[in-house]
């Protein structure tokens, strides 16, 4: 079955540390995006990429990271400069397809600070 | 910069009954999408309906239409004859030429049984 894989689903994170999530989409789509969703929040893009090797800062880029290496994965890495990064975190991708235009998402990654 | 703005927080129907949401957005391009999508507490996203700014119909999708006013930037979501299962947060979406994607903050939606 095609969809988007997102892992862990929980994820705990130390002072100082810089943790990946996971994204990953067998859906042959060319976009994929990164929100951040705090609690009773909409969602807040953090990066999105059209393309391989090619990524768009969204409106909370600050202390995040990401890479476009493959068409099928978009790993966002939370750096030690997010000094708030407890959230639920969602991956979406999406087709170029003006007839079907709509976003997939994961399941999502819970981000906790220890 | 494109915004979208969810001005009702929080709203609540009575079962079988219909309730509307509304959306506004702020944008100076012409062509478009926007997209309302349904989080229910498992957190899953779920498409409800979409809607292409160059058609002027609006979409429906069964219990689900949406009232389109390209002019005065409005997108609202009529749910019809709500089920218990309607319960959710819904996020209005908009996405422009450039393939960004923005959401407002949500309406939580309550079915009063």
């Known amino acids: 079955d095609g969809g988007i894989t997102q892992s862990p689903k929980y994820l705990f994170r130390k002072e100082g540390q810089n943790v990946t999530l996971s994204c990953e989409q067998n859906l042959n789509h060319d976009a994929m995006y990164w929100y951040r969703q705090d609690p009773g929040q909409g969602l807040r893009l953090i990066y999105y990429?059209?393309?391989?090797?090619?990524?768009q800062k969204g409106d909370i880029a600050e202390g995040y990271s990401v890479s476009r290496e493959k068409k099928e994965s978009f790993p966002l890495t939370v750096t030690s400069a997010q000094k708030n990064p407890t959230a639920f975190y969602l991956c979406?991708?999406?087709?170029?397809?003006?007839?079907?235009?709509?976003?997939?998402f994961g399941s999502g990654t819970q981000l906790s600070v220890l | 910069a494109q915004t979208v703005t969810q001005s009702q927080p929080e709203m609540s129907v009575q079962e079988a009954e219909t309730v509307t949401l509304s959306c506004t957005y702020d944008?100076?391009?012409?062509?478009?999408?926007l997209f309302w999508y349904k989080q229910p507490p498992s957190r899953q996203m779920i498409l409800v309906i979409r809607?292409?700014?160059?058609?002027?119909q609006n979409a429906t999708e069964n219990r689900f239409s949406v009232n389109f006013q390209k002019a005065a930037k409005s997108f609202s979501l009529k749910i019809s004859d709500s089920q218990l299962g309607d319960a959710a947060m819904y996020f209005c979406?908009?996405?422009?030429?450039?393939?960004?994607?923005?959401f407002g903050k949500g309406t939580r939606l309550h079915i009063l049984p």
């Open positions: 944008t100076s391009e012409s062509d478009y999408y």
């Open positions: 979406a908009f996405k422009n030429r450039d393939d960004k994607i923005i």
């Open positions: 979406a991708s999406s087709v170029f397809d003006r007839s079907n235009e709509k976003l997939f």
């Open positions: 809607q292409e700014a160059y058609k002027q």
């Open positions: 990429s059209q393309i391989v090797n090619d990524f």
